[in-house]
């Protein structure tokens, strides 16, 4: 008989924005739906990003949100807070009494950026006085203007309005100058371009408190995989270059940045659009492992190394104890079979969305159990 195919065992930790889509799009997803496609990709915690409708802005909404997801008894669920009013840009939200209802760190979502220097300046020293966390996506909000594309020769050639890189880099310098002002703990997410890891590299090795993470779809895929304005390829930020692929490669392998899911479920309506129209994002807590696995395999790294960056890396970054496997941490765990291959389909996606660019490709590595809290939620 042939030797048994190992399982092998770990904690998935999506710490940076998997968008549940409550309150206000339950239409395109619904919490329950979306915690379970965490348990069936093996992610055991995730971070709820605050731009719902309402936004996360309110203490009781952080506490009405922290009690439903504790009584569904599924994954966890670890809000992040409105770090404006209404996530509008000026006014600071209550971030002492969101913090004491929950909240682990706090954030303007994904569309709406401080313009407002001055207000992004008080949001930092405020962070550092009482040493919160702010988490921020790096993108000039009038260099990405009315941009549905990396500003290259795809989109020129397709005619779509492109997003160039420097509205990243602008956006991170910026920032990086108010932190070195203030000491603040600063996170990028989803950082997208070689430009934007240099900038991150230099200031890891100045000392300045500052972390980001990588969208697993671009560590895959560049402005090419558009082809002719497939919508299933529209992401915030873009998907850019080769060479910036290859960047973001690079500093996920080193460890200058942890990988996050950008999971982002959509309804066949918001997708089934002409490019510049369609919704961005993509669906992709079931993916995430299987897709780490083979960034991991062109990368060659080791197992360990690359499950680092899913698990520990990004807990370590909300300061979660979850992420490791370790006497007294939590009993969370993700068993898998990274041999098992299986293809992308609607029927094989517990997600209520099934918006993605691998629709109908093949996947090596399958979740074949999820425990939480030392209970077996998924599998088994």
């Not at 889509?21 to 239409?27: A, Q, V």
């Not at 004491?100 to 405020?126: H, K, M």
């Not at 995989?225 to 919508?231: E, R, V």
């Amino acid at each position: 008989m042939p030797d048994p195919i190992p399982l092998h065992g770990t904690s998935l930790h999506d710490g940076v924005a998997a968008r549940l889509r409550e309150p206000g799009f339950e239409y395109k997803a619904t919490l329950e739906s979306e915690m379970r496609a965490a348990l069936a990709g093996g992610v055991t915690s995730l971070a709820f990003p605050p731009d719902g409708r309402p936004p996360l802005d309110e203490p009781g909404l952080v506490e009405r949100l922290v009690r439903r997801t504790a009584d569904a008894g599924l994954a966890r669920v670890l809000p992040v807070g409105a770090l404006t009013v209404g996530l509008k840009g000026e006014a600071l939200a209550e971030l002492g009494s969101l913090a004491r209802a929950g909240c682990v760190a706090f954030s303007q979502g994904s569309n709406s950026p401080i313009v407002d220097t001055q207000v992004l300046l008080r949001a930092l020293q405020y962070a550092t006085t009482f040493g919160y966390t702010l988490r921020l996506q790096p993108q000039d909000k009038y260099l990405a203007r009315d941009g549905v594309a990396h500003d290259g020769e795809v989109a020129s050639r397709l005619g779509l309005p492109g997003i160039p890189a420097a509205a990243e880099s602008v956006a991170i310098a910026t920032a990086l100058e108010l932190v070195r002002s203030t000491g603040a703990r600063l996170h990028f997410t989803r950082l997208s371009s070689a430009a934007g890891v240099a900038l991150l590299q230099r200031a890891r090795e100045e000392g300045l408190p500052v972390s980001a993470d990588i969208g697993i779809h671009h560590l895959h895929l560049t402005d090419m995989d558009i082809g002719y304005f497939d919508s299933a390829a529209r992401f915030n930020p873009p998907l850019r270059a080769q060479r910036d692929r290859e960047a973001l490669a690079a500093a996920a392998a080193s460890g200058l940045a942890a990988i996050c899911s950008d999971h982002t479920p959509i309804d066949e309506d918001g997708k089934q659009l002409p490019f510049g129209e369609a919704e961005a994002g993509a669906t992709a807590l079931e993916l995430l492992l299987p897709l780490t696995l083979k960034w991991a395999a062109a990368e060659k790294l080791p197992l360990a190394t690359a499950l680092a960056r899913i698990t520990c890396d990004p807990a370590a970054i909300l300061g979660s104890p979850a992420g490791q496997l370790a006497i007294n941490a939590p009993a969370d765990v993700c068993v898998f079979d990274p041999e098992v291959l299986w293809k992308v389909s609607d029927d094989t996606l517990v997600s209520q969305g099934k918006n993605t660019p691998f629709q109908g490709c093949g996947m090596q590595g399958k979740v074949t159990a999820t425990i939480v809290g030392g209970r077996v939620v998924f599998g088994g």
